[in-house]
């Protein structure tokens, strides 16, 4: 483990004087409010694109707190963010002993509940922000005095053939079945999306991020939140660009470690799956019984038939769509999100042992 020693103060910043009690959802946006939480872990060929890409040159970022929580790096993150703190002396650094993203998230609110805080954006090491991202997703959580969270739509790219193709379907029906978040266009309330801004009120008073969790911790918490009362807005004017997984093992990987961590959610909040997510299970159920039933009769291989030629005109208009044969590459990609969700929940449903106790409680 890298020595990270925690700060004896919650930031290693100038300190401010207390703000006087006000009305998180209609006092005026300051820097001052604002905390920005990003948790790492080995993140040595990103950690300083994103972090320059969220400080910019906007004189605002300036007067924000950004927090890195690192997981115990074993590269040169932390050192690259120790000679960032020379550059920028509202960046801190503090220790994620548990490693996990959840646990990061947490540790930074817990260890830094300032009263004139009153935002908290979310933050990936390994993405690069659009200029006045972080003023923009404070200001438009703070406009909506009823939102509790604020979340916002990834629009999915790649640069290799196999990433584009698999960006060109995953924003499709097919491959997120109709998500909000997912390439959306409509600005509008919903009950799950990518993890943007926090009421810190809010985290506090549902405990934060189920830390049990490695995957499927943010519509966990969204499930917790919803049914607490909180409301969660959908800002479509700010967006994300999403970076595919390289290769096809890659993916299948993600999406495995996807389906394990929404069967986890749902088995420990005993929830109903939607139409969308009970597709793939039962596809990966119907290939089963496809394969049960073929030594009995070669009718049994109409299903795979019918998928397989279904992914190659998937590929063919990939092909037409991306207008090169790289395109050619979604139909497999699709294929290993639906079998690697499918094979994930259901491994997660049938071998799963009793849920854990929830450790969503923020550290204090």
């Known amino acids: 483990m890298n020595d990270v020693t925690p700060p004896e103060d919650c930031l290693n910043v100038p300190a401010r004087a207390p703000a006087a009690p006000e009305d998180p959802g209609h006092a005026p946006l300051s820097a001052a409010r604002v905390l920005v939480a990003v948790p790492t872990l080995n993140e040595e060929g990103a950690i300083e694109t994103c972090l320059r890409s969220l400080l910019g040159e906007d004189p605002f970022m300036a007067g924000v707190d950004i927090v890195i929580a690192d997981g115990g790096s074993d590269d040169a993150t932390i050192a690259i963010v120790r000679r960032l703190q020379s550059e920028f002396p509202n960046l801190d650094l503090i220790e994620n002993r548990a490693r996990l993203q959840s646990a990061a998230i947490n540790a930074v609110v817990a260890r830094c509940r300032l009263p004139h805080h009153a935002v908290l954006v979310r933050c990936d090491a390994h993405a690069v922000y659009p200029p006045g991202y972080v003023r923009a997703v404070a200001a438009g959580l703070l406009a909506r005095p009823e939102a509790a969270s604020l979340v916002v739509p990834m629009d999915a790219v790649g640069e290799t053939c196999f990433q584009r193709a698999a960006a060109w379907i995953v924003d499709t029906p097919l491959g997120s079945g109709g998500s909000a978040h997912r390439g959306g266009r409509l600005s509008q309330w919903v009950d799950h999306g990518h993890h943007a801004g926090f009421r810190l009120d809010w985290f506090h008073k549902i405990g934060g991020y189920d830390e049990s969790f490695s995957h499927n911790e943010d519509a966990e918490y969204d499930h917790r939140l919803g049914a607490a009362g909180g409301r969660i807005w959908l800002e479509a004017d700010i967006r994300l660009d999403y970076h595919m997984r390289p290769s096809l093992s890659a993916l299948a990987r993600q999406y495995w470690n996807y389906g394990r961590g929404r069967a986890r959610t749902m088995r420990k909040h005993r929830m109903r799956p939607r139409l969308r997510q009970l597709i793939p299970v039962l ?55 639906h079998l690697a969700w499918g094979s994930g929940f259901l491994r997660e449903i049938l071998t799963a042992e009793r849920p854990r106790a929830q450790r969503a409680k923020v550290r204090t």
Not at 283 to 288: R, S
Not at 300 to 329: D, H, I, N, T
């Open 283 to 337: 596809h990966v159920l119907m290939l089963i019984l496809s394969l049960l039933l073929l030594g009995w009769h070669p009718a049994a291989l109409a299903y795979p038939a019918l998928y397989a030629a279904l992914l190659m005109a998937v590929s063919l208009l990939g092909a037409f769509r991306l207008k090169s044969l790289c395109g050619l590459c979604a139909g497999p990609a699709l294929g290993a999100m």
